[in-house]
Every structure is written in structure tokens, then in C-alpha cells.
T-cell receptor
């Protein structure tokens, strides 16, 4: 069964304090790893897709990296508007309606 | 322009009722999905629908049934609503099935009393 585990569950940072969020996965044959951002009361917003170990993608203050067992979302000099829940997900490998298997997310708070 | 839209945004109803949630995407995608996000904010896939092929997560009760009048719409019908059905339901779409990036709607907040 596919497993996606995110840590920490919650993270509180000061504005400008860089950190990393972790997503570890166990799937039979990775077909992509997705990062989403979810704001309260809204649907998940797509950030990145990573397909192979060693791949990196960047968007503003965010950088996502991928190894064979985990992915990191690095946040550099975050601002209060980066506060959100960050979700990672992998495609189902069977029995899951061919959708995405999500982790439980990291709730990130950036304090001014 | 909203890529994936859902109606209604909020739905409050009594136990035992039948209700529907509508979803439309204007992205020209072939595959659509329904997810349920429970009170612990955990997102779980319910259905995917691609080119008239429906794939159901085996944990979803058969009181839930998706219906697709055309490629741009995937509606969710729920019969005999139960208290445990209270959750936020998200519709999503992707260009095709499999590992394609999925784009989510704003969600429908269902409360069963």
C-alpha cells in the first residue's frame, strides 16, 4: 500500500527564517511526486511535480528536491504570505481510483 | 476564469436526504476526480473518471455515485446522507489519467445534521 508521510505536522517560523519540510514515500514505482499548497477554506493549489531522483524545481522562495525515498520543500526567507498547509502526494499504484495519495500535510505559520 | 468550479460552496442538510454536488472544468481535461477531506484535513481519493471509465476507491460506500453528462462535468450524487458524510468534497481534473498534474476546485463544505 502506498504511503506518504509528512513532517513536521506543524511548523512556526519567524519571517526570514529558512527551513525545510519533509515528505517520505513508499510506492512501487514512483510516477511523480506532487507538492501542493492549501490555504484555509480553499482547494489545493499545484506547486511542483518531480519525476526523478536528483530533480529540483524552484518557484519564488520555494525549492522542491527529490531523492529515491523522500522529497524536501525548502523555504528560503519566508514571508507571512507563505503561511499555508503544504501537501505532498504521489499517484496511486492501485486500488485508489487512480488518483493521488496525499500526506497529511505540514501546517506552516510564518510570523512577522 | 475559474478552471475547476464547484457548486454549491456550502451544503447543510438533514440525515437521510439525497443531495448532489456539481463540478465543471474548462481546461479541456480528459480526467476528473472527486476527493473527500475529513475533519482532520486528510485528503482521500473517491473516484476518477476518464473517457467514460469510472474507477472507484473500494472504501467508498455505494451511496455515493458520480455522474458525468460530458467530459467537462463530473457531478457527485449522495443518497441517504449520514452524519459521517460531513466533510469538504473537492473536485479535480487532469489532462489525462495517471501521473498528470491535477487541478483542484474550491471545495464544497457538506454538513449533515
Amino acid at each position: 500500500e502506498d504511503q506518504v508521510t509528512q513532517s513536521p505536522e506543524a511548523l512556526r517560523l519567524q519571517e526570514g527564517e529558512s527551513s525545510s519540510l519533509n515528505c517520505s514515500y513508499t510506492v512501487s514505482g514512483l510516477r511523480g511526486l506532487f507538492w501542493y499548497r492549501q490555504d484555509p477554506g480553499k482547494g489545493p493549489e499545484f506547486l511542483f511535480t518531480l519525476y526523478s531522483a536528483g530533480e529540483e524545481k524552484e518557484k519564488e522562495r520555494l525549492k522542491a528536491t527529490l531523492t529515491k525515498k523522500e522529497s524536501f520543500l525548502h523555504i528560503t526567507a519566508p514571508k507571512p504570505e507563505d503561511s499555508a498547509t503544504y501537501l505532498c502526494a504521489v499517484p496511486d499504484s492501485g486500488g485508489g481510483a487512480d488518483g493521488l495519495t496525499f500526506g497529511k500535510g505540514t501546517h506552516l505559520i510564518i510570523q512577522p | 476564469d475559474t478552471a475547476v468550479s464547484q457548486t454549491p460552496k456550502y451544503l447543510v442538510t438533514q440525515m437521510g436526504n439525497d443531495k448532489s454536488i456539481k463540478c465543471e472544468q474548462n481546461l479541456g481535461h480528459d480526467t476528473m476526480y472527486w476527493y473527500k477531506q475529513d475533519s482532520k484535513k486528510f485528503l482521500k481519493i473517491m473516484f476518477s473518471y476518464n473517457n467514460k471509465e469510472l474507477i472507484i476507491n473500494e472504501t467508498v460506500p455505494n451511496r455515493f455515485s458520480p455522474k458525468s453528462p460530458d467530459k467537462a462535468h463530473l457531478n457527485l450524487h449522495i443518497n441517504s446522507l449520514e452524519l459521517g458524510d460531513s466533510a469538504v468534497y473537492f473536485c479535480a481534473s487532469s489532462l489525462s489519467a495517471g501521473e498528470e498534474t491535477q487541478y483542484f476546485g474550491p471545495g464544497t463544505r457538506l454538513l449533515v445534521l
